[in-house]
Nanobody, 121 residues
Framework: VQLQAFGGGLVQAGGFLRLSCAAS????????MGWFRQAPGKEREFVAA????????VYADSVKGRFAISRDNAKNTVYLQMNSLKPEDTAVYYC???????????????WGQGTLVTVSS
């Protein structure tokens, strides 16, 4: 599966953005999906994941209660709704697909191109 994330941009602290990740290929509906981010000078970190059906979701503690992951298998798209954004959420956000569900430790691969989110204070 090939992935492309988009929807990033510049937003003020307290604002919101909705990221989308479009997938090509016929296996999207059977893939578990995740969002990750990498801030300048830092390692990539897990943000959120959703299983193939959308029934199970998991979040990093840093975004729990503010971000929501969802998916539309008919549109081959996974979303990340980001509310109450903070300057520390500034990063390049990536989506990834996994074939085995272990929540945050799923075997994510098939990384897509990222989208930059900048939160100003």
């Amino acid at each position: 599966v090939q992935l492309q994330a988009f929807g990033g941009g510049l937003v003020q602290a307290g604002g919101f953005l909705r990221l989308s990740c479009a997938a090509s290929g016929r296996t999207f509906s059977t893939n578990h999906m995740g969002w990750f981010r990498q801030a300048p000078g830092k390692e990539r970190e897990f943000v959120a994941a959703i299983n193939w059906s959308g029934v199970s979701t998991v979040y990093a503690d840093s975004v729990k209660g503010r971000f929501a992951i969802s998916r539309d298998n008919a549109k081959n798209t996974v979303y990340l709704q980001m509310n109450s954004l903070k300057p520390e959420d500034t990063a390049v956000y990536y989506c990834a697909a996994a074939s085995v569900w272990y929540g945050a430790r799923s075997n994510f691969g098939s990384w897509g191109q990222g989208t930059l989110v900048t939160v100003s204070s």
